[in-house]
């Protein structure tokens, strides 16, 4: 590694280190350790949905896959985005108007009972676990590549930072790093996308036409086809993306950091055309790794073809874009983990230890204390879980984050903001159907059992032939609500009548 | 915040809200809502799987658009604009649902809560 590089990496972790001083200074209540106080603006949470968002799966991995297969690898950037008309039509408004700092608090605003914040709370940590587990062990990896230090260092380094964040400046810190992220990835993307047009000549069509020379694929390389060959599995794949985002924790708890429904709505605008742009320049990442890399050489660095946006960048503008690119790669993780632990924090200390064992009667000081305990907890089980982690398949485990959010939240958030008769029942086993028909599907699918061995984890025919369950999982966990609260019938109106009132008008 | 029990006591009295939902303003809100988001919805989640159906069981997609372009492309972006205009368009819908519930709110306010 250069001197320029270290030198970038240095000054990316002093930024994020002083914000967080700055961010614990103004840390000290609950709400603004969970939620920032609720006083973010629309633009800065924008920023900060897409700086948690656009993780080093986004970054790193769809460049990579549009590099290896062409427009298959676009297929992500396409459910990633429409994803937020979703959030943005269903979901980020009534939220906010019902939660305070969890999708648990929202689910209880009707359902005021222990058993539906403790499976809300399950399927919380259930999603961060994972994600997080995704996150580290790719962070990992990445960071053993671009700094050349051993898997376990890299892993502790960021587990180190994330916990720094999220302990001293919660939320503050936290939403300050992913905004530094977002602004500092859209810059070296635009930067890098902007060189790859330049060589050809300003014009897309030339990239196109050529495209389809420039890679061993030949004129596949633009067409679908290369990577999914299975129809089902594409759609079901499709499903998880633009459903699951709706139901992702790290992702909704950013809704409580602004002070009403209307910013709400304004952050998702931001974060649309944030996350919008980014997704349409991934073509120009890919396209340009594909042509100036090569795929060759990009899977030799990593078969996954993680490396290819670094690589690019080095072909394009040598070792100083190169280690900028990785810095940025560095803050995003960073950025995306530091959401994860604080929503997994939140799911321990103020569902299950807050409302659940303390009843809610828990003074502000205990509150803090819980949250920061659950900080620290939630870190040291992920760093330890991404230690014997490291030669998995993460893969799997991000796809699995969105279906257990597609399969077991998002049909509970719908029913309650928009069915009457839905109840607690109903709740519950909606939410656990969801979960464990994502999970059991999963754990029987080609992601785990594959006859050839080393390509998964246990060697074997897969019971369940697609690998993402999110076609079968979703209308499971909306099937399961159906019947619990058809089984259960009986329902509040009268909560109900309020619970719709204040979804639609945010009086409290 | 230590007088978080106390202020959840006032706001049980504040508002009756099975008498709010029951007015014609807020059912009429509901209904100016339902009419946009539903078919809204039902028309962008169709448009958006419509492409992996497309492309998974045809190769319809897969012939040229506009230059080296292909109608795949055109219609992966052609998702990325609706996307773009689906969201601009709600925020504009929404200002007006922000004024009907703002009205029924301060209207309930000024009437008598008695009734």
């Known amino acids: 590694m250069s001197g320029v590089g270290l030198l970038l990496f240095v000054l990316i972790v002093g930024l994020t280190l002083v914000i967080t001083y700055w961010a614990a200074k103004r840390t000290k209540t609950a709400s603004e350790f969970y939620t920032a106080g609720g006083g973010l603006t629309g633009w800065q949470n924008g920023l900060a949905i897409a700086g948690d968002y656009l993780s080093a799966a986004s970054f790193l991995g769809i460049a990579g896959a549009i590099a290896l297969n062409g427009f298959d690898g676009f297929f992500y950037s396409i459910g990633y985005l429409v994803a937020y008309l979703v959030v943005l039509y269903i979901v980020a408004e009534p939220l906010r108007n019902l939660g305070k700092y969890t999708i648990a608090d929202m689910i209880t605003a009707r359902f005021d009972q222990k058993k539906v914040r403790a499976v809300a709370a399950l399927s919380t940590i259930t999603i961060v676990i994972f994600y997080m587990i995704a996150q580290l062990v790719g962070a990992g990896a990445l960071i053993q590549l671009l700094l050349g ?40 993307t635009v930067v890098i996308s902007f060189l790859v047009l330049a060589k050809f000549n300003f014009s897309i069509f030339t990239m196109f036409s050529e495209m389809k020379t420039l890679t061993p694929l030949g004129e596949d390389y633009l067409n679908p086809g290369v990577k999914y060959k299975v129809p089902l599995d594409t759609i079901s794949m499709m499903a998880a993306l633009v459903l699951g985002t709706a139901g992702l924790p790290h992702i909704l708890m950013r809704f409580f950091t602004v002070k009403d429904a209307k910013t709400a709505r304004s952050s998702v605008v931001t974060a649309t055309w944030v996350v919008g742009i980014f997704y349409i320049l991934t073509i120009f990442l890919g396209f340009g790794a594909a042509a100036f890399v ?87 089980l992920s760093i330890i879980l991404a230690l014997f982690a490291q030669k998995m398949n993460v893969a799997f485990l991000v796809s699995l984050a969105f279906c257990v959010a597609a399969s077991a939240n998002l049909p509970v958030i719908l029913y309650t903001i928009y069915w009457k008769k ?8 909606g939410m656990l159907t969801g979960l464990f028909t994502a999970l059991v599907l999963v754990a029987i699918s080609p992601n785990v059992l594959n006859p050839v061995a080393g390509a998964a984890i246990l060697v074997g025919d897969p019971i369940f032939p697609l690998t993402n369950p999110a076609i079968v999982s979703i209308p499971a966990g909306f099937i399961g609500a159906y019947i619990g609260t058809v089984v259960a019938n009986r329902h509040n109106e009268k909560k109900y009548a309020e619970v719709m009132v204040k979804a639609n008008t945010g009086v409290k | 915040m230590d007088n978080l029990a106390k202020e959840g006591a006032s706001q ?50 897969n012939t040229p658009a506009i230059g080296a372009i292909s109608w795949t492309w055109v219609y992966s972006l052609s ?11 709600y925020v504009k819908r929404a200002a007006r649902y922000d004024k009907m519930a703002e009205a029924l709110i301060e209207k309930y306010n000024q009437g008598d809560k008695s009734l």
């Open chain 1, 422 to 429: 839905f109840n607690t029942a109903g709740a519950v086993t």
């Open chain 2, 12 to 61: 049980q009295n504040k508002y009756d809200f099975e008498k709010i939902a029951s007015t014609p303003e807020f059912k009429q809100l509901m209904k100016a809502k339902k009419k946009f988001l539903v078919p809204v919805s039902a028309v962008f989640l169709f448009l958006y799987f419509l492409l992996p159906i497309l492309t998974s069981y045809s190769t319809i997609l």
């Open chain 2, 79 to 89: 998702l990325f604009i609706m996307t773009w205009v689906l969201c601009m368009v």
């Open chain 1, 149 to 188: 230090i051993d898997y376990w260092v890299a892993v502790l380094l960021v587990g180190v930072m994330m916990t720094t964040y999220v302990l001293f400046g919660g939320m503050t810190a936290t939403s300050w790093v992913q905004i530094t992220k977002a602004v500092l990835l859209m810059i070296g």
């Open chain 1, 294 to 380: 090569g795929s060759e050489d990009i899977i030799a660095a990593n078969a996954a073809g993680n490396m290819a946006a670094p690589l690019l960048a080095k072909a394009l503008g040598g070792d100083f874009l190169m280690s900028f690119v990785s810095a940025v790669a560095f803050a995003t993780i960073l950025a995306v983990v530091a959401g994860l632990v604080l929503s997994g924090a939140s799911a321990f200390a103020h569902d299950i230890y807050g409302q659940i064992i303390k009843k809610g009667q828990i003074t502000e000081k205990q509150q803090m204390l819980a949250a920061r305990y659950a900080s620290i907890s939630v870190s040291i």
